[in-house]
């Protein structure tokens, strides 16, 4: 079974818990971890696992977004 494309709201809840409002976790998914959120017509979140994946992905190895990987 592959990973869903999209993270699950249950997986939203635990990365931002404890916020529980849509526009609370929408603003801590953008403007703290620097994730690309896009809305749900019910207002909850959409992040895309990949955009997750990326950003987590550079934390743990020390990066930057921007930082050249090759350096």
């Given at each position: 079974m592959s990973a869903?494309?999209?993270?699950?709201?249950a997986e939203i809840d635990q990365i931002c818990e404890p916020l529980t409002q849509p526009?609370?976790?929408?603003r801590y998914l953008a403007e703290v971890?620097?994730?690309q959120v896009h809305e749900k017509p019910n207002g909850r979140p959409l992040v895309a696992r990949s955009e997750?994946?990326?950003?987590?992905g550079?934390?743990?190895f020390g990066l930057t977004q921007n930082?050249?990987?090759n350096a």
């Open positions: 869903l494309p999209f993270l699950t709201q526009g609370a976790q929408r971890l620097k994730l997750f994946e990326r950003v987590l550079a934390e743990r930082s050249p990987q």
